[in-house]
Structure formats: structure tokens, C-alpha cells
């Protein structure tokens, strides 16, 4: 088991070591607005024009972080299709939503292949010439929004806005959604230490610890799952992040003893709860909230909340990802699997950036 070393977090060398994962990080914000404005030409010809299909369906990467916005507003049915090809139903009065990178992937590639061969409506946010976005050609008609990079979080938000504009799903406000990852980047900077990072705080928090990542709300508990991917890449650990009826029996530990030898059974890692409180006051997210919580202090389990109240649905599931991923990142960097110049990149590309979790 790695050994978390605290000083490599403010270690320059170390930092500059890891310079392409934590640039990749801080140009988030960046990315976005490069992926609005390659897409504007296509956003400002599209509106509604009174149709509206009979039922919306999003294929490929991050289907379901489309399906946790629109869900609750959509005026039409709204699913998330995990698998290849599209359900059985699906035909000319449906839009299909496929989100596709620049790597090969076959479920997202079928679904539009589909969507075409059915004659559906098609929106495809994928770069140019990439395999998605060859499979769609086939339909004339199809909405094009060309990514300029694999950042599933850029593509979303374009994806978004067309929906918006169409009546099918609420106001994203990109450029809000940019500034507070900018803002994020700013806190959470290699350049700002321990005593004023929460990114760098968090990961001294899960150095020795296996993650429960909870959020209360649809959009919380998105970024959950998008956080415990990331720290799961950056640690080599088990990470798990899981509604409360999942964690709570978790949480049963046996009792901390203060007098053990902390070398003995240096494998043995005791769960941390990491809170993510994305402002949505509902009863029965408080409810749960403060059954983990009590549950937590009852059987010596750290609890660790990163909140983030203030912005749009998508601006505050933005940042509370990008938090956690900082975590990871800098929770990598201490337990020495970035940063190293010697060390098998964990993910096996050279660069764990380019990794989906990132």
C-alpha cells in the first residue's frame, strides 16, 4: 500500500511533475467556452418552432447527467439508454441526444447509427470526423454541435443550452457555469497550500481513509459517482459512492483504538464520508443527511462536507465535481502515483488526464 507523503503537495518539483494533469483540471472553465463558441453558429439558428417531439432519448457519455437536468423539467418523456442501438420504440416523432468523444465508442456509435437508419431527429455533440459523428452524416437533417475536446462536462453543457433553446429543458448559463469552475481553479491552485486549499485539505482527509462519497439531490449524487471514479483512478483504492440506505451500514465500525500501533495493520483503512451539499433543501435529503452524519460520529467516522449553494443546477454540479477531482488529483500526488517521473502512469495512456474520470 502506497504511504500519503503531505510535503509532496506543496513540493514544487512535485507539482511540476504533475503539471499536465492539474492544467488539464484548471482549464475546465476554458473548455467550455471554446465548446459554446465552435457550437455558436449552430445555437443561434437553432429555436423552437412550436414541434416538440414525442419523447427525448440521450445515448453515449454522460447521457445521465443530461437525463438528472432535464428529468425534472422536460416537458416529454425524457430516458437515458445505457445499452447500444435505441429502444424499440424510438422512431421518427423522438429525438435522440448522442454525446461522443473522439475515441471509439461503440454504444454511442450504434445509437446514432440507429438514429439515422430509423429516420429519428439526431443531435450529435462530437468532434468532427470522430466515429460518432461519421455514423450520423447519414441524416441531413441532424443537429451538429462540434466538440473541441473529450471534456464530457463541455459537451453537456452545449448539449444543454441547443435543449434549451428548443423548449426542452431549463436555462444553463454556460458562462456562469465557466466563471465558478474558474473560481474553483483559483482556490484549489498547486500554488495555494495545504492551510488554504480544500482540495489539498480534502486529500489529507482520505490519506489513510476508503471514501463514502454521498450526495442528497439527483445533480449531488451525479457528482458523487463522477468524484469516487476519479479517486478510485488517482489512489488505487475502493471507493464507493452510494445512496444513504447503501452507506449507512458502511458506517458500522468497530471502535478506533487510540493505543494501537499505527504500523501493525497499516492495510486496514477506515471509511471517511465526504458530504457533497449542493444547497437543495428538500426533507427528506435533510432527513438522510442527518441519519449519515449521526451514524458517522456514532462509530468514529471522519465526515468531510464540500458545499457549493450558489449558481445554476449545472454551475453547482459542475463545481462539486471539479472539487473532488482536485481532491483526487493532489490525493494521487501525496500517495506518489502522479508526479512521478519513474512511476507506470495508473491508467496506462502517460497521462491520467486523459482519462473520462478527469
Known amino acids: 500500500m502506497s504511504v500519503f507523503d503531505d510535503t509532496r503537495l506543496d513540493d514544487p518539483a512535485v507539482l511540476e511533475a504533475s503539471d499536465h494533469l492539474l492544467r488539464r483540471l484548471a482549464m475546465a472553465g476554458a473548455r467550455i467556452r471554446a465548446e459554446l463558441e465552435a457550437s455558436e453558429d449552430v445555437l443561434t439558428k437553432l429555436e423552437s418552432d412550436g414541434f416538440r417531439p414525442r419523447a427525448v432519448v440521450a445515448a453515449g457519455r454522460d447521457a445521465r447527467l443530461v437525463r438528472a437536468v432535464l428529468e425534472p423539467v422536460c416537458p416529454v418523456p425524457f430516458l437515458a439508454w445505457p445499452g447500444p442501438g435505441l429502444p424499440g420504440w424510438a422512431g421518427p416523432l423522438d429525438l435522440v441526444i448522442v454525446l461522443g468523444g473522439a475515441a471509439e465508442d461503440t454504444d454511442a456509435v450504434s445509437a446514432a447509427g440507429e438514429a439515422v437508419r430509423r429516420g429519428c431527429g439526431l443531435m450529435v455533440a462530437a468532434p468532427e470526423d470522430s466515429p460518432v459523428a461519421i455514423a450520423s452524416a447519414g441524416l441531413r437533417h441532424?443537429?451538429?454541435?462540434?466538440?473541441?475536446?473529450?471534456?464530457?462536462?463541455?459537451?453537456?453543457?452545449?448539449?444543454?443550452?441547443?435543449?434549451?433553446?428548443?423548449?426542452?429543458?431549463?436555462?444553463?448559463?454556460?458562462?456562469?457555469?465557466?466563471?465558478?469552475?474558474?473560481?474553483?481553479?483559483?482556490?484549489?491552485?498547486?500554488?495555494?497550500?495545504?492551510?488554504?486549499?480544500?482540495?489539498?485539505?480534502?486529500?489529507?482527509?482520505?490519506?489513510?481513509?476508503?471514501?463514502?462519497?454521498?450526495?442528497?439531490?439527483?445533480?449531488?449524487?451525479?457528482?458523487?459517482?463522477?468524484?469516487?471514479?476519479?479517486?478510485?483512478?488517482?489512489?488505487?483504492?475502493?471507493?464507493?459512492?452510494?445512496?444513504?440506505?447503501?452507506?449507512l451500514p458502511v458506517l458500522n465500525q468497530p471502535p478506533r483504538d487510540l493505543f494501537a500501533d499505527p504500523f501493525d495493520k497499516p492495510e486496514e483503512l477506515r471509511p471517511a464520508l465526504i458530504i457533497l451539499d449542493d444547497g437543495v433543501v428538500e426533507a427528506g435529503i435533510a432527513e438522510h443527511r442527518d441519519k449519515l452524519e449521526s451514524k458517522a460520529e456514532a462509530h468514529d467516522v471522519r465526515v468531510h462536507t464540500i458545499r457549493q449553494a450558489s449558481g445554476t443546477d449545472v454551475a453547482r454540479y459542475a463545481a462539486l465535481t471539479q472539487q473532488g477531482r482536485y481532491a483526487a488529483a493532489y490525493l494521487g500526488i501525496g500517495l506518489g502515483r502522479y508526479g512521478m517521473a519513474t512511476v507506470d502512469d495508473p491508467v496506462g495512456s502517460g497521462n491520467p488526464s486523459e482519462d473520462p474520470a478527469w
Open 142 to 247: 441532424a443537429i451538429r454541435l462540434p466538440s473541441q475536446s473529450d471534456d464530457q462536462l463541455a459537451a453537456a453543457v452545449a448539449v444543454l443550452q441547443a435543449l434549451h433553446q428548443m423548449d426542452l429543458g431549463p436555462e444553463v448559463d454556460h458562462k456562469a457555469v465557466a466563471a465558478l469552475l474558474d473560481d474553483v481553479a483559483i482556490e484549489c491552485s498547486p500554488n495555494n497550500d495545504v492551510a488554504a486549499n480544500p482540495a489539498k485539505e480534502l486529500a489529507l482527509v482520505l490519506a489513510d481513509a476508503l471514501p463514502l462519497v454521498w450526495g442528497g439531490s439527483v445533480l449531488a449524487a451525479r457528482a458523487a459517482r463522477r468524484v469516487v471514479e476519479a479517486l478510485r483512478l488517482a489512489s488505487g483504492r475502493p471507493a464507493l459512492a452510494a445512496d444513504a440506505g447503501h452507506l
